[in-house]
């Protein structure tokens, strides 16, 4: 699959381009609802539609890491993770609809990526690790030509960012670094430290958020590891 079919599959969630607006950004759809910022509102398209497209988006999106057994899954699960954040934090429809594609697509970049650096089982040398921290650029880079979908190149861009400051592509901390990126963040530090991986066994949930909770003001947004502990914590007890 390249990279345009995927692009392509996150922009075309409408029945197809409306009329041009005024400031040039196109109607994705037309049938009735509001629109705010050329995205869809709630009334465009009913819940049950909306639902089946993100699906479909998840699927075209863990395509990021096929074939690739510790990867696999990743992407559709750091966007069932995003859901349960915006769930608890009472983002509204626009918000939703934005962060899921952001959270479906984060790790889009990696198509670009070597397989042997994705799945090397020891320390990456420093050129291999110049070629990971890229991915988010990379990953924007597909989504940026396009107004309708500035804010989720946004959230992909930024999406290993630390609180702190010390993450990357530009060393945002805080605030300054786009919620939808914080909230990605937490979910995918969450899947990614209870799945295997090449360097080391899964860490249970109880583990996982033991470790979260440590790095909630350093790494990851201490209110959004709040409201993580909150949903996931509960899970992780009922199980
Ligand atoms: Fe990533």
Redesign the pocket.
């Known amino acids: 699959m390249t990279r345009a079919t995927l692009a392509g599959a996150a922009a075309g969630i409408g029945d197809g381009p409306g009329p041009p607006e005024p400031g040039g950004v196109p109607a994705l759809l037309t049938r009735g609802g509001e629109r705010r910022g050329g995205v869809p509102q709630r009334g465009d398209l009913d819940r049950e539609s909306e639902q089946l497209l993100l699906h479909v988006v998840r699927a075209v999106a863990d395509a990021t890491h096929a074939g690739d057994p510790y990867m696999s899954g990743h992407s559709s699960r750091v966007a069932a993770h995003c859901e349960q954040i915006a769930d608890s934090l009472g983002l509204g429809e626009r918000d939703r609809l934005l962060l899921a594609l952001a959270a479906a697509f984060?790790?889009v970049g990696y198509l670009s990526t070597p397989t042997y650096i994705l799945r090397k089982p020891s320390v990456l040398a420093e050129d291999e690790m110049e070629e990971v921290r890229v991915?988010?650029v990379r990953g924007a880079a597909l989504f940026a030509g396009d107004p309708i979908l500035a804010e989720v190149a946004r959230a992909i861009r930024h999406?290993?960012e630390r609180f702190d400051g010390s993450g990357y592509p530009d060393g945002l901390r805080a605030e300054a670094i786009p919620l939808f990126s914080r909230i990605i963040l937490v979910a995918?530090t969450y899947d990614a430290m209870t799945h295997h991986r090449p360097y080391r066994r899964a860490l249970p949930p109880e583990e996982a958020l033991r470790r979260m909770q440590e790095s909630a003001g350093s790494q990851l947004d201490p209110e959004l590891v709040k409201h993580f502990l909150a949903i996931v914590g509960a899970e992780a007890v009922g199980r």
């Open positions: 984060h790790d991915h988010p999406h290993h995918e």
